[in-house]
């Protein structure tokens, strides 16, 4: 077995014990493997491991790696997780399954247009900015839910709620806010997912409900320096 095919073994039997520990179907956990920065081979041993839930942070890169694997592998599904500016939205929409940063209402906007002229309405988590950081992109706790209704009337395909906790916190406590936010915004028949927990908590998210974690580091191992290497807010902190 190959180092990745490994490394996705051991989240996944972690993401098992960790639904179990909480009382809750492992199979209502779904990894996102975080390709970002990595090679398409190494997506490849993803895929040859039986992984399909990838997650990128950004259109171009998606847009040079993802395409010729989706001709082969046609249940391969794509999560944008990384910021998302207006006018990429038609090709984030051509290349993304889910849309997991809805983070302010001129995005929702330009989504619900572009979904009205093509038809395609892709699942999207709203994006919030719990610890309220500057840098950071997702819309503020108190206007949270103003959103997310405000999505809903535009139509969009609003399937659940992600956060990315600042470093330096403790991340139980933002994923139990997300957690509050969402059973409140709940509709009977649309209860929201959660996409919350990275590699160094994910575990913690699934104690929290996590419908969804975002694993890059842990099954990919370390990412490569990108070549403009810049830190920068695209990474959303988490780079
Ligand atoms: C990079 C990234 C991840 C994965 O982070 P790891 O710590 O490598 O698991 C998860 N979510 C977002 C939004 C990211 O940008």
């Known amino acids: 077995m190959g180092r990745i095919a490994e490394n996705l073994a051991e989240v996944r039997r972690r993401i098992a014990e960790a639904a179990r520990a909480a009382d809750r179907d492992p199979l209502a956990v779904e990894l996102v493997a975080v390709s970002k920065v990595h090679p398409a081979a190494a997506v490849e041993e993803a895929l040859a491991a039986g992984q399909r839930t990838f997650g990128e942070n950004r259109v171009q890169e998606a847009k040079a790696k993802y395409p ?42 330009a989504l ?22 500057p840098q950071k992109a997702g819309i ?12 809903r009337a535009l139509g969009l ?3 659940g709620l992600m956060c990315i906790p600042p470093v330096d916190e403790e991340p139980a406590l ?10 409140r915004n709940d509709s009977a028949d649309q209860p929201l997912a959660l996409s919350m927990g990275m590699s160094g908590d994910y575990e913690t998210a699934i104690a929290f409900g996590a419908s969804f974690v975002r694993v890059g580091t842990a099954v990919f191992g370390p ?6 290497a810049a830190p920068s807010a695209a990474e959303g902190g988490a780079a």
Do not use: M, Y
């Open 68 to 109: 010729p694997l989706r001709e082969r592998f046609a249940d391969l599904r794509l999560h944008l997780i990384g910021p998302l500016q207006t006018n990429k939205v038609k090709e984030a929409l051509g290349l993304f399954d889910v849309i997991e940063t809805l983070d302010r209402p001129k995005l929702a906007k």
């Open 112 to 133: 619900a247009r572009e979904a009205e002229k093509t038809g395609l309405n892709p699942a999207c988590f709203i994006q919030v900015n719990t610890g309220e950081e």
């Open 140 to 151: 503020a706790p108190a206007e949270a839910d103003g959103f997310i209704a405000e999505c």
């Open 157 to 159: 395909n609003v399937q």
């Open 174 to 183: 933002h994923f139990a806010f997300l957690r509050e936010i969402a059973r």
């Open 223 to 228: 990412r490569p320096v990108r070549p403009e």
